[in-house]
């Protein structure tokens, strides 16, 4: 069994972080049946920049990383305090430790910041938030990342980042691809309507 670990921070955006339960799902279902979401966080409860309030099954603290081979970072709103939690020392390090261990890590779109305050994306190359002046671009730049900036997911060596919300759905089925094979990823696209 494949685990993958969904990372949710306070004011996370519900759409990025279903897409993966969603893909991966299928695939358990009606995939070959080897992957499996896990949902983490800080808190008891965690509120999404919608309020729609998730119950993680598991906290930051109690994460052991070698039963997982894979991290997933949904992006969300500053305004829903999204930074508070992904910016903290916790998120970071867990970041940092999926690293160390050559694990996949996947984000979509701002939670591709995490990933560069983390150290990890440094001469590295990846992207985040493409709109509104592509300010969230070059926040990640200050990291010492080199932005693709028109490519909507950007792929370096263990770490998948996408552009903003639209990409997420592909961001889900390049990782099951990665974690499964080609093969697979199309049946469960095929499964799903996208194909």
Not at 10 to 35: H, P, R
Not at 76 to 93: P, T
Not at 103 to 116: H, N, Q, R, T, Y
Request: glycine share 8%; charged share 20%; hydrophobic share 45%.
């Amino acid at each position: 069994m494949k685990k993958i670990l969904l990372l949710l921070a306070n004011g996370f955006e519900a759409v990025e972080a279903s897409v993966f339960t969603d893909v991966l799902g299928w695939n358990m279902l009606e995939g070959d049946g080897s992957t499996l979401v896990v949902t983490a966080g800080m808190h008891d409860k965690i509120k999404c920049t919608w309020n729609f309030t998730v119950l993680p099954e598991i906290k930051i603290k109690n994460v052991n990383v070698d039963d997982f081979e894979a991290l997933v970072i949904p992006g969300g709103f500053e305004e829903a305090g999204f930074f508070i939690d992904a910016y903290s020392n916790s998120f970071l390090d867990l970041i940092r430790t999926f690293n160390a261990k050559g694990k996949i890590i996947a984000s979509v779109c701002v939670g591709a910041l995490s990933i560069g305050k983390s150290g990890i994306l440094k001469g590295r190359t990846a992207t985040t938030y493409n709109l509104n002046d592509r300010k969230r671009q070059y926040e990640l730049s200050k990291f010492g990342v080199k932005i693709l900036e028109n490519q909507p997911i950007v792929i370096d060596k263990n770490v998948i980042t996408s552009y903003n919300p639209s990409t997420a759905f592909n961001v889900a089925f390049t990782l099951l691809e990665m974690l499964t094979s080609t093969e697979n990823c199309t049946k469960v696209k095929k499964l799903m309507g996208f194909i």
